[in-house]
Nanobody, 125 residues
Framework: QVQLVESGGGLVQAGGSLILSCAAS????????VAWFRQGPGKEREFVAA????????RYADSVKDRFTISRDKAMNRVLLQMNSLKPEDTAVYYC??????????????????WGQGTQVTVSS
């Protein structure tokens, strides 16, 4: 069974950038999709971005479109989330998840059955 490990979180000023990494151990992502979700203080967990490992098709939440980029690093068996122009409202614990969602569930939590422990991102104003 695949295990996910997130890294790359930290403290950054508004307007800055961070790169998050989601690495898989145990097996390759193969025909799965990999997504990033986040949960801010006092908020529900929400979808950020997702990519299908084999096809490369991508979805973004409207709130991060044009600022965040999700990509596959097949050599390292990991997914990266490049976050630019960060805002204080991006402050959250960011979770990586993998599963086999259909297109309509690719941006929902029920599309994923394996989750990482999360990494904290804090954006100061």
């Amino acid at each position: 069974q695949v295990q996910l490990v997130e890294s790359g979180g930290g403290l950054v000023q508004a307007g800055g950038s961070l790169i998050l990494s989601c690495a898989a151990s145990g097996r390759s992502f193969s025909d799965s999709a990999v997504a990033w979700f986040r949960q801010g203080p006092g908020k529900e967990r929400e979808f950020v971005a997702a990519v299908r490992w084999s096809m490369g098709s991508i979805r973004y939440a409207d709130s991060v479109k044009d600022r965040f980029t999700i990509s596959r690093d097949k050599a390292m068996n990991r997914v990266l989330l490049q976050m630019n122009s960060l805002k204080p409202e991006d402050t959250a614990v960011y979770y990586c998840a993998t599963g086999r969602p259909i297109w309509s569930t690719m941006a929902t939590m029920r599309g994923y059955d394996t989750w990482g422990q999360g990494t904290q991102v804090t954006v100061s104003s």
